[in-house]
Nanobody
């Protein structure tokens, strides 16, 4: 299984970014998918999740109303639309789902929110 995140960058407070996650090695349509992030000096934290069909999603309180997770099972892609970004959103962002004991995290994509 493989997760390849992209779309990060430097953005000013209040700005927007869309992260993408390309998955391979398993049938995306059979799994819920999750976004996590790790801020400097902090533990990795859950950000958002979306069920296998894409019809329901949930968010951490810190991003609710600003972030939207979506997916395209046909393209093996998962997305995270991030609006009204804040400096505290600065982190490396990862997509992930547990398949088996061999499932590994991807490299992540860096998001930096700064003026």
């Amino acid at each position: 299984e493989q997760f390849v995140e992209s779309g990060g960058g430097l953005v000013q407070p209040g700005g927007s970014l869309t992260l993408s996650c390309k998955v391979s090695g398993f049938a995306l349509s059979g799994y819920a998918m999750y976004w996590y992030r790790r801020a400097p000096g902090k533990e990795r934290e859950w950000v958002a999740g979306i069920i296998s069909t894409g019809t329901s999603a949930d968010y951490a309180d810190s991003v609710k109303g600003r972030f939207t997770v979506s997916r395209d099972n046909a393209k093996n892609m998962v997305y995270l639309q991030m609006n009204d970004l804040k400096p505290e959103d600065t982190a490396v962002y990862y997509c992930f789902t547990y398949i088996d004991s061999g499932t590994k995290w991807g490299q992540g994509t860096q998001v930096t929110v700064s003026s």
